[in-house]
């Protein structure tokens, strides 16, 4: 195992991802209980066609795909307020429109290639130095948000109206979980890829939601399941060969599993 | 009309509102006033606008006309939250499954306030809250896993933790039995007689017009009676309402 933490890219992927990872973890245990699970799918679809724009124009596509995430967040949240669309319509069509746009952007710049794929299947073992500490900066911000809005963000997920009354500005705050989402979702794509993140957002949070009794165990389970996936996912994935993003999803999945056979009765 | 006592102070005053939904009226020249120490019923039938006239007070929603004053201000003005306690309809709806144990509902609302509170202080808060609604054994309770009459009194527990002055029930007792009803009548007449908190409850039920209560206001979209229990009882505001074809569960206490 030493020759493991010798390789400076393996200790990089460590560390982003499993910045990055805690904060999709923390965030999906608000957005699931908020009826939300998809939100993390269709917005890492439009990413997509944020990435795919940055390839085009020639500017560094995250920062792209992060603005493009970040207004298609807020969007979608305004949609979903103002239009009467049913559950998950609003989502479900932007994703789908997300992924069109990107395909003809990506192939218009004729970049239908390798690093297209590195998006959507995720290369955290590319991951450059100035790429690690930009996105464990972001996934510390997305943290500290959580942090200092938790009792807020909880009082209006399990009771909008009492907290709306008792002065949470619920509205603002749809916005900043709005936002926070999208930072993460585009810094989740780094490690898992686009066609993986939603699993970050969704695997960890249910694992914590289905073990706890108490709010905090539950955002403190999703956490650890989120870190250990990283690491034994990373870990596995160097030893057998295996793709790094599959493995640490499926790695997830295992330990949700597990956890499922201690999940809380009644 | 009361004429407000020029001891006590008024909490709220509404003038005048109107508010439609779908070209519908649902209130229609509303005016109330609520002094301090008062335990007003708001009765009315299903869809009479009961709910409707809460949020506008409270302000998650908008008259079409007239005005709301809570301690003197308007809703989108008035950021003393903590002086202000709701309890929704809606409030033992929430999803059967959510993580949070009795403790944690309690705290989520101290922790929303404008002030930042020490954890002793929360400590203290959260216990003396639980202990006045005889909740206090359930603390590390997971909320969904009480009953009906339990939650409501958490919910409680939540809005005095903060130190209200006055405090919003809407329809606390649907889903609570009936020898429960009374445990938890009696405790909203504890808190405000002993309490000195202000209540408003709102029910389609008139069982509630008990020994309680000392206003009454009776809307089916306009406000047909407001004054005190007893002139309630010697006034044929009931009957009127009954007469009107609205459906009032009517039990005698
Ligand atoms: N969101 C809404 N959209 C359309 N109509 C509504 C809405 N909310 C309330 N109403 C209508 O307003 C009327 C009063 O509703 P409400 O205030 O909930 O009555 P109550 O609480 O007395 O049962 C009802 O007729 C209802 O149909
Ligand atoms: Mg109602």
Known sequence: MDAFFEYAFLQRAVGAGVCIAVACAV????????????????????????????????????AVSLAVAVVAA?????????????????????????????????????????????????????????????????????????AVFYHRFMFMTFDREAAQAAGVPVRRLDALMSVATAITVVLGMKIVGILLVAAFLVIPAAAGLQTAVRFKSAVGIAAVVASASVVVGLAAAYLLDWPASGTIVVVSFLIFGILFLFRRRA | MVLPDAEAAELIRVEGLHFSRGGRPVLTDVSLSIIEGDFLAILGPNGSGKTTLLKIILGLLKPDQGWVRLFGRPPEDFVERELVGYIPQKA??????????????????????????????????????????????????????????????????????????????????????????????????????????????????????????????????????????????????????????????????
């Open chain 1, 27 to 62: 965030l999906g245990v608000f957005l699931l209980l908020r009826k939300d699970a998809m939100i993390g799918h269709g917005l890492s679809h439009i990413a997509f066609a944020g990435i795919a724009l940055g390839l085009l124009i020639r500017q560094w596509p995250m």
């Open chain 1, 74 to 146: 807020l969007g979608i949240m305004k949609l979903k307020e103002s239009a009467g669309f049913h559950g998950d319509t609003a989502i479900a069509v932007c994703s789908s429109l997300g992924m069109a746009v990107g395909v003809i952007l990506a192939s218009i710049s004729g970049r239908f290639d390798a690093s297209l794929l590195s998006y959507l299947f995720g290369d955290i073992l590319a991951i450059e130095p100035a790429e690690v500490v930009l996105s464990a900066l972001m996934a510390l911000a997305v943290l500290v948000i959580t």
């Open chain 2, 92 to 253: 033992t709806h929430f999803d059967p499954l959510f993580p949070a144990s009795v403790r944690e509902v309690v705290a989520m609302a101290l922790r929303s306030g404008r002030r930042r509170i020490s954890r002793p202080d929360e400590d203290t808060a959260v216990r003396i809250a639980l202990e006045t609604v005889d909740m206090i054994e359930f603390w590390n309770r997971r909320i969904g896993r009480l009953s009906g009459g339990q939650q409501q009194r958490v919910f409680i527990a939540r809005a005095i933790a903060r130190n209200p002055r006055i405090l919003f029930l809407d329809e606390p007792t649907t889903g609570v039995d009936a020898e429960n009803q009374d445990r938890f009548y009696d405790l909203l007449g504890r808190l405000n007689t002993s309490g000195r908190l202000t209540i408003v409850l709102v029910t389609h039920d008139t069982g509630i017009v008990n020994k309680h209560v000392n206003k009454v206001a009776c809307l089916n979209q306009r406000l047909f009676f407001h004054g005190t229990h007893d002139q309630f009882c010697s006034s044929g505001a009931l009957k009127e309402m009954i007469a009107g074809g609205h459906h009032l569960v009517l039990h005698r206490h």
